[in-house]
């Protein structure tokens, strides 16, 4: 089974410029994260999506960062203007959804490599 | 007050040691708890995966969770060079997202 794909794995930019990351998720997977781990730190959640639809974006900062899933499997994760601050790993991770309507379960999650962005 | 908490080390032990790492946790709502181990510049890979409170062995790595005290423990027995990483613990309630400790960096010397 292939695991999470994202690109690019590096990325540099100077602040204020714009950026883009890209993951696809484990096949079939209907629930994909996406992570923010600065050095030193834990990864924590920016946004999840179920299929097409955002469960939990509350972490996201809504004024720069913005983040799509058009066809439920596919996601990028754009920051406009990025700050010095942004600068972290940015990991995607995906987790198959196996519930009867209204029943919630919870499955591993997997995690990409992460896209290492550093803001000059 | 932090969700999870881990001891970020670092933790260094020789070859064969007998390794315990360890975290608490606030929220007792959480009912899932996993440890993910993360090598330099990859991403978290899932090493343990629990549910309620108990312990479940998988080969060299054994895991505890304690709900009364709120307390995730994961043990490595004979541990060996390739295990030197950073160890993540982790909970949540179902469907959600991950709480992530800071990770506990291990160097297992030969």
């Known amino acids: 089974e292939a695991g999470v794909a994202q690109s690019p794995r590096y990325k540099i930019i100077e602040k204020r410029q714009s950026v883009a990351f890209w993951c696809n998720p484990i096949?079939?997977?209907?629930?994909l994260y996406w992570y923010q781990q600065i050095l030193g730190q834990g990864p924590k959640l920016l946004i999840q999506?179920?299929?097409?639809?955002?469960?939990?974006d509350s972490q996201l900062p809504k004024d720069r960062f913005s983040a799509e899933r058009l066809k439920g499997v596919d996601s990028t994760l754009k920051i406009q203007p990025a700050k010095l601050e942004d600068s972290a790993v940015y990991l995607c991770?995906?987790?198959?959804?196996?519930?009867?309507?209204?029943?919630?379960?919870?499955?591993?999650?997997?995690f990409g490599d992460g896209t290492r962005l550093s803001i000059l | 007050q932090k969700e999870v908490e881990q001891d970020p080390g670092p933790l260094s032990v020789p070859e064969g040691a007998i390794v315990s790492l360890n975290c608490t946790y606030s929220?007792?709502?959480?009912?899932?708890f996993m440890w993910y181990r993360q090598y330099s510049r990859k991403g978290p890979e899932l090493l343990m995966y629990?549910?309620?409170?108990g312990n479940k062995e998988d080969g060299r790595f054994t895991a505890q969770v304690d709900k009364s005290s709120k307390y995730i423990s994961l043990f490595i027995r004979d541990s060996q060079p390739s295990d030197s990483a950073t160890y993540l613990c982790?909970?949540?309630?179902?469907?959600?997202?991950?709480?992530f400790g800071k990770g506990t960096t291990l160097s297992v010397s030969s």
């Open positions: 629990t549910y309620s409170s």
């Open positions: 929220n007792s709502a959480f009912q899932y």
């Open positions: 999506f179920q299929n097409n639809g955002v469960v939990d």
């Open positions: 991770a995906s987790s198959p959804l196996e519930a009867a309507p209204g029943l919630i379960s919870n499955q591993p999650q997997h």
């Open positions: 096949s079939g997977h209907a629930t």
């Open positions: 982790a909970a949540n309630q179902a469907g959600t997202a991950l709480i």
